[in-house]
């Protein structure tokens, strides 16, 4: 085992079965996701000898490589994105069996040698015919790679092997296109086969957040409206739209990143207990908080979501032009590349707490967490003292980019009276456990491998995620822009996004 990869605790080890001998196929392996991401989350895996000796990475992609070649470019792809320092014994043994399969993802031979390169990994490496298909393709291809695996045969599973599709996010344009997606994908795999990933669920926080919840008496208990004021839930980014201008003008912020990331760390705040912690019993109370989530005001939606758009400014000491001077943006572009939203959650636990919701580029710091506003305690036995500096207890979830919690609390100054001050409880994942660096990407690998589908999302999941947003989409068809507000690069985000939470007598926590 590596050196510098830390190991888990024996009692994780213990836990922790080796993956199923398979082949990992990569459609899209010369892209970026291959290698910065996908790539060195393997490594860990085989680093923590989780692999099984019979895995096998099979490439496909239209670039004109050796098996010899793409076995050295993912090596080097390695040696430059690896979360930690790679070792020779760990690269030989990751990428022991790497084949490669030249071919445009349209073309029935592609799917023909493809299959010919499967049979093969399983006579000489021992995949005993399990097969895990990730594409790493543009959305646009996902439906049709999916179908041309069904026509070649490769989407069946016999003789005890299995067969897994999974697909990264956006999943589908909008409501429409979600349920067409949806539809085409069941054609050829069922739905126990499709595996649709959100990279943030494999973050150590999101998955934490169930276990304070339901493993915690001291949480559960208050975690509804009678305790709970309000909740913020944060997704900021420092980057701006880079070289991604053409596809993201074609996505914006709200389709981006709403019906994925920000609704699945809304419904694991939100949800009920599950009866156990299996994959569809875990995967329905999601659903149900999802589904349970309306906009307050349908009638004035602009009130209630703001939308804008970065303008130049600096973001870490750099110059950041703005978003419409972005390669493959259009000049008039009225994109968004921020949303925020006030959301209430219809149920008995929910009802009457407001769920704020933001996301953007281009801001003055990359935070995601959430945040529990409590509700405050009487003041009466404080009457002497200024109930200003009474603040409100919170808890704060953070995701990225240092894992963690932190508890805050009123606390009396040391002193012959009583004067109070807001102190804080901080907890981070890696000062108290022994955790190997990570892409995100590891946990969730490994689950498609071993066949838990907890962390990724059903087909309703996803389609309730959009009929949320659908009308937010319509209003904004219909203002026809005239809403879109500008912020400037390197800042907290447009003022407006203000307006929701002040109406309740709220304010954003700082991002910066």
Known sequence: MDAAVKAPPAASRRELRR????????????GDLTKRLLLPALYNLAAAQLLAPGFCLVGVARSDLA????????????RQYATAKTTPETLDRLLSCCRYVRGDFDDPATYERLKAELDAAEASGGTHGNCLFYLATPPGLFADVARSLGKAGLAREANGAWRRLIIEKPFGFDLDSARALNRKLLEDFSEEQIYRIDHYLGKETVQNIMVLRFANGMFEPIWNRDHIDHIQITVAETVSVEQRGKLYDHTGALRDMVPNHLFQ????????????????AVRTEKLKAITAAHLPAKVNILADVVRGQYTAGPVNGKTVSAYRQAGGVAPRSTTETYVAMRLMIDNWRWAGVPFYLRTGKALGARRTEIAVKFKSAPFAPFRDTPVESLTRNLLVLRIQPDEGAALHFNAKIPGPKIRIENVRMDFNYRDYFDTAPSTGYETLIYDCMTGDPTLFQRADNIEAGWRVVEPILEAWRQADAGDLVPYRAGSEGPTAADAPLKRNGHEWRPIA
């Open 19 to 30: 993956a199923d001998p398979c082949a990992f196929v990569v459609f899209g392996a010369s």
């Open 265 to 280: 760390l809304l419904a694991l705040t939100a949800m009920e207990p599950p009866n156990c912690f299996a994959a569809d």
């Open 67 to 78: 098996a010899e070649e793409f076995g050295r470019d993912m090596r080097e792809a390695l």
